[in-house]
C-alpha cells in the first residue's frame, strides 16, 4: 500500500499531476452545477418581476375555474 | 432518400432537452473509461520504461498528461470550428457552442502543461524549458483566456461573439505549430523530449490505459460542455416562451 503511494519515490509528481487534474475536473462540475442553479433562479426572479400581473391574472383564473367546477 | 434538416437541432429550444438527456450518458461514459484507465494504468503497467535510460514511475503521468494535450488542441479545433459555422451560417447555437467549450479547453491546456512540468521535473530535470511544444502549448492557453476575455469585454452579445470568433480562428494556427513542434530529428538522441511518436512503438499496456483515458476525458468534455451550453441557453433565451416552461417546471422539482 505505501509503495503504490510512493510511486518510487516520485509520488509527489504523480500525486501532483493526477490530484490537479482530478481536482481541477470536480470543481469544474461543481462550477457548472451552481451557475445552473443560479440562473435558473435569477431567470425564475426576472420572469415573476416582469410579469406579476400576468401571473396574478394566470392564477386567480385558475383559482376561478376550479371553484366553479363540481 | 430521406433527409434530415440538420438546422432543425441548430435551434435552442430543440437542443436545450436533447443535450439534458445526452449528458447523464456522457457522464456515466467518461466515469467508467477514467476508472478503467486509471485501474490499468497504475496496477497493470510495468515500474520502469525503456532501456539504458529508464523512464521510472512518473511516466505514469502520460496517462492524464496526453489525453489533456490532445483535448486542448482538439477542442480548439471545435471552438474554431463552431465559430466558423456561426460567422458562414449566422446560427445562434453555433456561436453559444463556441462560448461553451472554451473554458473546458483551456482547463485542458493548463492541466497538460502542469502535468508536464510535473513530469519534466524528474525526467528533463526542469519544470519548465522554452521547447518548441511547450512555447506553443502556453500559446494556445493564451489564446484561450483571450478568448473568453474579448467575449466577456463585449457587452452587446451578438458583436461579442462575432469579434471572439475570428480571434479563435485566426488562432487556429497553433493547433498545426503544436503538432509539428518538434526539437528533436533523431529520437534515438533525445528519448525524453517530445518526439514524433509512431503509435506502434508504444507498448500496448501503456497505449491502451492512454487512450481510454482520451476517451474518458473526451466524454467528460461532451458532458461539461453540454452542461455549460444548456446555462448558456437559457440566459439568452430568457425572453422566448419556452424557457418560461422551462423555468416553470424546474422550479417544482
Same mark, same amino acid.
Given at each position: 500500500?505505501?509503495?503504490?503511494?510512493?510511486?518510487?519515490?516520485?509520488? +509527489?509528481?504523480? =500525486?501532483?499531476?493526477?490530484?490537479?487534474?482530478?481536482?481541477?475536473?470536480?470543481?469544474?462540475?461543481?462550477?457548472?452545477? &451552481?451557475?445552473?442553479?443560479?440562473?435558473?433562479?435569477?431567470? /425564475?426572479?426576472?420572469?415573476?418581476?416582469?410579469?406579476?400581473?400576468?401571473?396574478?391574472?394566470?392564477?386567480?383564473?385558475?383559482?376561478?375555474?376550479?371553484?366553479?367546477?363540481? | 432518400?430521406?433527409?434530415?434538416?440538420?438546422?432543425?437541432?441548430?435551434?435552442?429550444?430543440?437542443?436545450?432537452?436533447?443535450?439534458?438527456?445526452?449528458?447523464?450518458?456522457? +457522464?456515466?461514459?467518461?466515469?467508467?473509461?477514467?476508472?478503467? +484507465?486509471?485501474?490499468?494504468?497504475?496496477?497493470?503497467?510495468?515500474?520502469?520504461? &525503456?532501456?539504458?535510460?529508464?523512464?521510472?514511475?512518473?511516466?505514469?503521468?502520460?496517462?492524464?498528461?496526453?489525453?489533456?494535450?490532445?483535448?486542448?488542441? #482538439?477542442?480548439?479545433?471545435?471552438?474554431?470550428?463552431?465559430?466558423?459555422?456561426?460567422?458562414?451560417?449566422?446560427?445562434?447555437?453555433?456561436?453559444?457552442?463556441?462560448?461553451?467549450?472554451?473554458?473546458? +479547453?483551456?482547463? *485542458?491546456?493548463?492541466?497538460?502543461? #502542469?502535468?508536464?512540468?510535473?513530469? /519534466?521535473?524528474?525526467?528533463? &530535470?526542469?519544470? =519548465?524549458?522554452?521547447?518548441?511544444?511547450?512555447?506553443?502549448?502556453?500559446?494556445?492557453?493564451?489564446?484561450?483566456?483571450?478568448?473568453?476575455?474579448?467575449?466577456?469585454?463585449?457587452?452587446?452579445?451578438?458583436?461579442?461573439?462575432?469579434?471572439?470568433?475570428?480571434?479563435?480562428?485566426?488562432?487556429?494556427?497553433?493547433?498545426?505549430?503544436? *503538432?509539428?513542434?518538434?526539437?528533436?530529428?533523431?529520437?534515438?538522441?533525445?528519448?525524453?523530449?517530445?518526439?514524433?511518436?509512431?503509435?506502434?512503438?508504444?507498448?500496448?499496456?501503456?497505449?491502451?490505459?492512454?487512450?481510454?483515458?482520451?476517451?474518458?476525458?473526451?466524454?467528460?468534455?461532451?458532458?461539461?460542455?453540454?452542461?455549460?451550453?444548456?446555462?448558456?441557453?437559457?440566459?439568452?433565451?430568457?425572453?422566448?416562451?419556452?424557457?418560461?416552461?422551462?423555468?416553470?417546471?424546474?422550479?417544482?422539482?
Amino acid at each position: 500500500m505505501m509503495e503504490f503511494f510512493n510511486q518510487g519515490g516520485y509520488g +509527489g509528481y504523480v =500525486w501532483g499531476a493526477f490530484g490537479m487534474t482530478f481536482g481541477l475536473l470536480l470543481i469544474e462540475i461543481l462550477q457548472l452545477r &451552481g451557475s445552473r442553479r443560479a440562473t435558473l433562479i435569477r431567470i /425564475g426572479r426576472l420572469l415573476r418581476l416582469r410579469a406579476p400581473r400576468q401571473a396574478a391574472a394566470a392564477s386567480s383564473r385558475r383559482q376561478g375555474t376550479s371553484g366553479t367546477q363540481p | 432518400m430521406m433527409t434530415t434538416n440538420w438546422f432543425k437541432f441548430a435551434s435552442p429550444a430543440a437542443f436545450y432537452p436533447i443535450a439534458g438527456r445526452l449528458i447523464p450518458w456522457f +457522464g456515466r461514459i467518461a466515469a467508467a473509461l477514467v476508472l478503467i +484507465g486509471l485501474f490499468w494504468g497504475f496496477f497493470l503497467t510495468a515500474n520502469q520504461l &525503456g532501456g539504458s535510460n529508464p523512464q521510472k514511475e512518473y511516466y505514469r503521468i502520460i496517462f492524464v498528461h496526453v489525453p489533456s494535450a490532445w483535448m486542448s488542441m #482538439w477542442l480548439y479545433l471545435v471552438l474554431a470550428g463552431w465559430s466558423a459555422i456561426g460567422l458562414v451560417f449566422n446560427t445562434r447555437l453555433s456561436f453559444m457552442m463556441a462560448k461553451a467549450a472554451a473554458p473546458t +479547453g483551456a482547463l *485542458f491546456t493548463f492541466l497538460a502543461l #502542469w502535468t508536464g512540468a510535473l513530469w /519534466g521535473r524528474p525526467s528533463w &530535470g526542469t519544470y =519548465w524549458d522554452w521547447d518548441p511544444r511547450l512555447t506553443s502549448e502556453l500559446l494556445l492557453f493564451f489564446l484561450y483566456i483571450g478568448y473568453m476575455a474579448l467575449h466577456s469585454a463585449i457587452d452587446d452579445t451578438r458583436r461579442a461573439d462575432r469579434a471572439a470568433a475570428l480571434l479563435a480562428i485566426v488562432g487556429l494556427v497553433m493547433v498545426p505549430v503544436i *503538432f509539428l513542434s518538434i526539437n528533436c530529428p533523431d529520437p534515438n538522441q533525445c528519448a525524453a523530449l517530445h518526439q514524433r511518436s509512431d503509435p506502434g512503438s508504444i507498448h500496448l499496456s501503456i497505449l491502451i490505459p492512454m487512450l481510454t483515458m482520451t476517451f474518458g476525458l473526451w466524454a467528460y468534455s461532451f458532458a461539461a460542455v453540454f452542461a455549460r451550453l444548456r446555462t448558456i441557453i437559457l440566459t439568452r433565451e430568457s425572453d422566448s416562451a419556452w424557457v418560461r416552461d422551462v423555468i416553470a417546471k424546474e422550479a417544482t422539482v
